[in-house]
DNA sequence: ATGCCGTACCGTGTACGA
């Protein structure tokens, strides 16, 4: 089985793109991030008509994640339990299912902007918060299947930054950031792209200005972290950069993870 | 080559991304 998670900016705007990617790519569940539409404007029909469920949340232009799979799509849970709000509303950054029997988690988490900004807190908050959930999972079933996939707005370490001089005064990369990261890691939660994906100057993400991308100056931030036991099944993981290429890219590149029997 | 910001909003500018 194949899992990937994608930051799409936007899924009217790329639709097409996204559901061939797909098809090409063989992808068999997909954690979708900024939809960016409600869940009326999700483009649904062309992922029906190429045999993928979709379930997703979103209320306006902003955030918005989404699941897509070809293998069931079971036990839906929108957000997670005591959440923490922006502005006293639950923001649609958290979406979770079941599909092929791993529990498959779309996350968005909060841009803290930046390091003084209150969004900040905001998003130390919320990764608090759901690193409580992730642990009990696995206090309660250590042999779950889980998948926490999705754009953690943080790079982990210095490898992961094209430039820490460019990022030291910004968010990302912070020593708070990097602990509310690495508490998923000591949780038991792995990061099994890194090994098929090693570093430095490998990354998911690149800014569209300043041409970043052909410079090669991005930043490794979107993870599928995944549980003790579902890791041990992992064959192989790749980023797939290709999809960063061309007009109408999203400024996000799909990473991929197989999972064996 | 991968190429000089993109997306959404009742909108001719503003907010947001990271």
């Known amino acids: ?7 799409v900016n936007s899924i009217r705007a790329r639709a097409e793109r996204v559901v061939d990617w797909l098809e090409r790519a063989d992808v068999d569940v997909l ?4 939809t960016k539409c409600s869940v009326d404007q999700f483009p649904e029909m062309g992922f029906a008509a190429a045999g993928y469920d979709v379930e997703r949340i979103g209320y306006n232009q902003w955030n918005g994640v989404a699941i897509v799979s070809r293998v069931g799509i079971e036990d839906l849970q929108t957000g997670f339990p005591d959440q923490p709000r922006w502005n006293d509303a639950v923001e649609a950054r958290a979406i979770s299912a079941i599909c092929g029997g791993v529990r498959v988690w779309s996350l968005y988490v909060p841009n803290g902007r930046g390091l003084d900004d209150p969004h900040m807190s905001y998003k130390l908050d919320w990764l608090g918060t759901l690193n409580g959930h992730a642990r009990q999972w696995l206090a309660d079933d250590p ?7 999705g754009d953690w707005n943080i790079a982990p370490t210095d490898d992961d930054v094209w430039s820490v001089d460019y990022y030291a005064d910004k968010s990302h990369i912070s020593a708070p950031e990097r602990a509310a990261f690495t508490d998923f890691l000591d949780a038991g939660y792995a990061d099994v792209v890194r090994p098929h994906a090693p570093g430095p100057g490998v990354y998911t993400y690149w800014d569209y200005t300043q041409l970043r991308f052909p410079r090669k100056e991005g930043m490794r931030i979107d993870f599928t972290l995944c549980s003790p036991a579902l890791a041990e099944r992992v064959s192989g993981a ?4 290709e999809e960063r290429k ?6 996000h590149a799909p990473v991929v993870i197989d999972i064996g029997p």
């Open 1 to 7: 089985m194949r899992i990937a998670t994608w930051n």
């Open 31 to 34: 954690a979708i991030q900024e």
């Open 143 to 149: 042999s779950a299947q889980i998948v926490l996939a």
């Open 238 to 241: 790749h980023i797939d950069r």
């Open 246 to 251: 061309g007009k109408g890219a999203s400024d």
